[in-house]
Each structure stands twice: as structure tokens, then as C-alpha cells.
């Protein structure tokens, strides 16, 4: 067991260009998460799948945010044509659904600066 | 729907004294909840978990939690602070659909 992976820990990049984040979960865990953090505040839901279906989208997650697992493997979130306000840590989590009370493990995160 | 309320953004204590981060929940069915730490520039670490087992709840690093439904609350306590447990903290609950659900933080200083 190595974790949540997350790649890159930094993206530096120019308003109005795309980038993609990539998340490698826990290997047997089946539910996959994307959250946002901006300074100060604490994560907030983007989106999650279970397995390869995406089950919930955030309103915080605007036409140019997608996000996919395919084969309920990895996941890659991506923005195109990023704004300044989408600078934020973006948090990968997983956990394996069994009870509701099971706890979610997260990577390290994925810092992007918009400049 | 659920929430939960962190009181006080920032929290300082004394090296030795007792931590006491608050939580309060909103919750129409019984809660499922979290505290979680977070380190600059880190993901956030499990410190302990409340699934209705016990009202009193122990965690990693000598933290622990009491579930109060009267007072729907879940603070968390550590005896004596250490240096190393300046932190940011987060409380969390668990939704219907298995989204968890944050508070803002409280960003721990630990005064020596």
C-alpha cells in the first residue's frame, strides 16, 4: 500500500491554457475523490466516482473542469482554459465504500498557481 | 443535509497545555465523523474517526475526540501540546452518498 498519488505536486501555468492532474488511489479502493482548497479554507467537493462512474459533480465544478477514471483505475482531473481563480490545491482522495464510516486517504496534492 | 462548524480559525496554546479544537455537526440522521490534520503544503492524515461505536474516541499523536449528541458536538482534545502538533485541523461528516463534508480548519499554534 503506497498511498494516494498524486502528479504533479506544482503546476505553474498561464491563464488560458489547459493542464491535467493526474490521481493514482489506493489500489483496491473504489470510490475516488477531487477536492478543491484555496488558503484558509477547507476542501471542497468537486467531484467522485465509484469505479469508473462519475456518481456526483459539484456546482463548483464549471463546463471547463472535467474529470475521468477510466477503468476504475487512475483518475485525471483537467481545466481548460484556466482563470486566476482556479489557482488552489486540488485534493485527490479514495476509501473502499464498506460502511458509511469508512475514512477517505488523500494524497498529497496538486498545487496550481495561475498566473 | 450535513455540516459541520468549526469554532475559531486559529488556536494557540502553550507547549504542555491542554488543546481543545471545537466542532459542532448538523446532521438529520445519526453522523458519521472525522478529525483530520493537515501540514503546510501536505494532503490531509486521518487522526480519528466517530462510527457510533463509543462516545470517546481515540486518535493517532494522543488525540481524542467526545461525541456529545445533546450538544452536537465532537471536539477535539489532546492532554499536552507538543511543538509538532502546529497544524491546521479539520472536522468532517460523511453524507448520504459517501461525500465527505469539511469544516473551514483551525489552524493550531503551538507557543513554546
Not at chain 1, 484556466?82 to 482522495?93: I, K, N, R, V
Not at chain 2, 461505536?53 to 481515540?58: E, G, N
Not at chain 2, 491546521?88 to 448520504?96: K, L, P, R
Request: hydrophobic share 35%; proline share 4%.
Amino acid at each position: 500500500d503506497t498511498g494516494v498519488s498524486q502528479n504533479p505536486r506544482h503546476k505553474i501555468t498561464k491563464r488560458g491554457q489547459n493542464v491535467t492532474f493526474r490521481c493514482d488511489p489506493i489500489s483496491e479502493h473504489n470510490r475516488l475523490y477531487w477536492y478543491r482548497q484555496t488558503l484558509g479554507q477547507g476542501p471542497e467537493f468537486l467531484t467522485y466516482f465509484q469505479n469508473e462512474a462519475q456518481l456526483e459533480k459539484s456546482r463548483l465544478l464549471s463546463d471547463r473542469f472535467s474529470a475521468e477514471r477510466p477503468k476504475g483505475s487512475f483518475s485525471t482531473l483537467e481545466i481548460q482554459r484556466t482563470e486566476q481563480g482556479d489557482s488552489a490545491m486540488y485534493l485527490c482522495a479514495s476509501s473502499l465504500v464498506q460502511a458509511l464510516g469508512t475514512e477517505a486517504f488523500f494524497g498529497q496534492g496538486t498545487r496550481l498557481t495561475v498566473v | 443535509a450535513q455540516s459541520v462548524t468549526q469554532l475559531g480559525s486559529h488556536v494557540s496554546v502553550s507547549e504542555g497545555a491542554l488543546v481543545l479544537l471545537r466542532c459542532n455537526y448538523s446532521s438529520s440522521v445519526p453522523p458519521y465523523l472525522f478529525w483530520y490534520v493537515q501540514y503546510p503544503n501536505q494532503g490531509l492524515q486521518l487522526l480519528l474517526k466517530y462510527t457510533s461505536a463509543a462516545t470517546l474516541v481515540k486518535g493517532i499523536n494522543g488525540f481524542e475526540a467526545e461525541f456529545k449528541k445533546s450538544e452536537t458536538s465532537f471536539h477535539l482534545t489532546k492532554p499536552s501540546a507538543h511543538m509538532s502538533d502546529a497544524a491546521e485541523y479539520f472536522c468532517a461528516v460523511i453524507s448520504g452518498t459517501y461525500k465527505y463534508i469539511f469544516g473551514t480548519g483551525t489552524r493550531l499554534k503551538v507557543l513554546a
